[in-house]
């Protein structure tokens, strides 16, 4: 099992330029996540889904998409990077909806100039 | 005011020594409550689920405080691979999919 997995580790973007973070897991888990991670702020919902097919928007989801076309997979898409975006981003799995242990991927380090 | 605040610290502890961290919550609807740990440059991993009659694991446990609004995490015996950043989660009533997580405690545990 190697659980969450996120390409690319790290990433430079220019301002304008797009790009897919990308997020695997083999735990057949049916919820998938995509959080940023900013000193100070801890953790903000991005986008979310609750199986194949299904998405939804977080507390963070501008200038952001995520599709979800099967269960194993879970990118997420920045249309056109701005400075702000700069953080790192984690996709996290689990279960099922609901109140259950979160599996991190190991994140991707973003920084937009 | 922050749904969930958390004392940022660090604290700096010698090994062996115990040490507590607090975590506030601003919703009084909030139903589940868990500790996440975080190493430096690393993913969040959980440690803990919080429940309403506390619960411990080895050397650390972790207490509910509805009337307050808090939740805590008590680390006896403490040991140099503690060292790390603790993120309080806390999840609302009727929105299963939203964890909210604190800003995080840093623990540093020295010689």
């Known amino acids: 099992n190697a659980g969450v997995t996120q390409t690319p580790k790290f990433q430079v973007l220019k301002t304008g330029q797009s790009m897919t973070l990308q997020c695997a897991q083999d735990?057949?888990?049916?919820?998938m996540s995509w959080y940023r991670q900013d000193p100070g702020m801890g953790l903000r919902l991005i986008h979310y889904?609750?199986?194949?097919?299904?998405?939804d928007q977080g507390e963070v989801p501008n200038g952001y998409n995520v599709s979800r076309s099967t269960t194993e997979d879970f990118p997420l898409r920045l249309l056109s990077a701005a400075p702000s975006q700069t953080s790192v981003y984690f996709c996290?799995?689990?279960?099922?909806?609901?109140?259950?242990?979160?599996?991190f991927g190991p994140g991707t380090r973003l920084t937009v100039t | 005011r922050k749904e969930v605040e958390q004392d940022p610290g660090p604290f700096n502890v010698p090994e062996g020594a115990t040490v507590a961290f607090n975590c506030t919550y601003s919703?009084?609807?909030?139903?589940?409550f868990f500790w996440y740990r975080q190493d430096c440059r690393k993913e969040p991993k959980l440690l803990m689920s919080?429940?309403?009659s506390g619960n411990e694991d080895g050397r650390f446990t972790a207490q509910l405080n509805r009337a307050s609004q808090y939740i805590s995490l008590l680390i006896r015996d403490s040991k140099l691979s503690d060292s790390a950043t603790y993120l309080c989660?806390?999840?609302?009533?009727?929105?299963?999919?939203?964890?909210?997580f604190g800003t995080g405690t840093r623990l540093q545990v020295t010689l």
């Open positions: 996290a799995s689990s279960y099922a909806r609901g109140f259950y242990e979160q599996y």
């Open positions: 919703n009084s609807a909030s139903q589940s």
């Open positions: 889904s609750v199986g194949a097919g299904i998405t």
């Open positions: 735990m057949n888990h049916e919820y």
């Open positions: 989660v806390v999840i609302l009533t009727g929105t299963a999919s939203k964890l909210t």
């Open positions: 919080v429940y309403s």
